[in-house]
């Protein structure tokens, strides 16, 4: 039985998920009588780290990876004497083909690094990307996620070892993840405000890359985008479009604090279409 006296968790998170993740792990701690420690990877030097006896890291899956942000914080880290890591992944579809292999290149850093990664495991969540789940379902995942994170913890403190097993595709994929964190850049330079931008200036405060300044009252775009959708989802007035792939940004836009504050029923997938549709697979196997 593990008793680790020191635990860090270090989180990043494009419009929210992930963060509600992290912060539904540091409760499940307290419950348990564990204190922990929790940091946010934008605004946090990793040089600085205080070496903790565990240290847990949140993360989205971008372009079939961990984002870049939380990529580059660990290749940041000082060197360690065997840490403990777990690593949990945050994704809207769940461990299956191309998520598999997202983790790879975050362990292999941290393992050059002296860290002993002893944990893996994929976290779902309403997705903000490309495909709304619908409402039942999202309301379903955030209903779900004490009891994952307390499997996760309990996994832990007992020494059960469990990692992603990924696919030789999806290991490819994710090599090419890297030239998406690059083409993620593409994405953010195309992303335009309309007439209905207020200048408030909102945009250009939350970004977590620093991509977006205001010139002459008016947001303008540079190439470092990550691809976080926080920018878009965040504008009060709805004023911001990208001109290429358009069709990641959810219709409706993508609310999570409104959607936590809805009813949950109690829904059984089972009981619609929704295992029928391939895309959504990993959701509903995660939900089983």
């Not at 494009?14 to 934008?42: D, H, P, R, Y």
């Not at 000082?78 to 292999?101: F, L, Q």
Request: hydrophobic share 35%; with cysteine; charged share 25%.
């Amino acid at each position: 039985m593990l008793k680790p006296k020191k635990i860090t968790l270090a989180y990043f998170s494009g419009t929210g998920c992930t963060k509600e993740v992290c912060l539904c792990f540091a409760q499940e701690l307290t419950k348990k009588g564990l204190e922990s420690k929790t940091i946010n990877l934008e605004s946090h030097d990793p040089e600085k780290l205080k070496q903790p006896d565990l240290l847990v890291i949140f993360s989205p899956v971008y372009a079939f990876r961990l984002a870049s942000i939380t990529e580059k914080w660990v290749k940041g880290l000082p060197k360690s004497n065997r840490t403990m890591v777990a690593v949990v992944p945050v994704s809207g579809g769940g461990d299956i083909s191309p998520n598999t292999a997202c983790t790879i290149a975050c362990r292999r850093i941290l393992k050059k690094k002296g860290y002993h990664v002893i944990y893996e495991r994929m976290i779902v969540m309403p997705s903000n990307f490309g495909v709304d789940a619908g409402r039942e379902i999202n309301l379903q995942l955030l209903h779900r996620l004490p009891e994952k994170t307390k499997e996760m913890i309990e996994d832990i403190l007992t020494g059960e070892h469990h990692f992603l097993l990924a696919k030789s595709r999806d290991r490819f994929l994710a090599m090419l993840g890297k030239g998406e964190h690059l083409g993620a850049g593409l994405f953010g330079a195309s992303i335009q405000p309309s007439a209905k931008c207020t200048h408030c200036g909102l945009c250009s405060q939350k970004c977590p890359a620093c991509n977006i300044k205001m010139k002459r009252g008016m947001p303008r775009f540079g190439f470092r985008c990550i691809w976080c959708l926080r920018c878009i989802y965040a504008c009060p007035v709805h004023a911001l479009k990208p001109r290429i792939l358009s069709s990641v940004v959810l219709k409706d836009g993508f609310h999570l604090q409104e959607l936590k504050k809805q009813d949950y029923k109690n829904f059984d997938p089972d009981q619609t279409n929704f295992n029928q549709n391939r895309a959504w697979k990993g959701v509903s196997e995660y939900l089983k």
